[in-house]
């Protein structure tokens, strides 16, 4: 399962994370995002400009040993999760976007696994 935006909050929240208020509004913003270059970030580039649509984010203090963390803003704010035992992954920001640099690459990568 790929959790987009709310759906990677919702999913790390009912792992026992806490979703709270983002230091910025980020409503249709770009920014470079780093990753760790696995899973659905596999063979695109690092950072990689995406679109941002969100008031909330996954407070890092709170994310389960379950999850690792995959990709992050410049602020260090989670922006990719992935769980370490089941097929499950999320990234805050929106691939589907035109804005989103490969975001297409991104889904394909979620679809070919």
């Known amino acids: 399962m790929l959790g987009v ?3 990677h909050q919702a999913m790390a929240q009912a792992f026992g994370a806490s979703v709270v208020r983002a230091a910025k509004v980020m409503h249709g913003k770009t920014s470079p995002v780093t990753h760790n270059g696995q899973g659905v970030f596999r063979g695109l580039p690092s950072p990689l400009t995406v679109t941002r649509y969100h008031s909330l984010i996954v407070d890092p203090a709170t994310l389960p040993e379950c999850f690792e963390i995959t990709a992050w803003s410049e602020t260090q704010e989670i922006m990719g999760i992935r769980h370490r035992e089941w097929d499950l992954e999320g990234v805050q920001f929106h691939p589907e976007s035109i804005l989103s640099e490969q975001g297409h690459e991104l ?3 979620f679809l070919q696994r």
Do not use: H, I
């Open 107 to 109: 889904l394909e990568n």
């Open 5 to 7: 935006c709310l759906g």
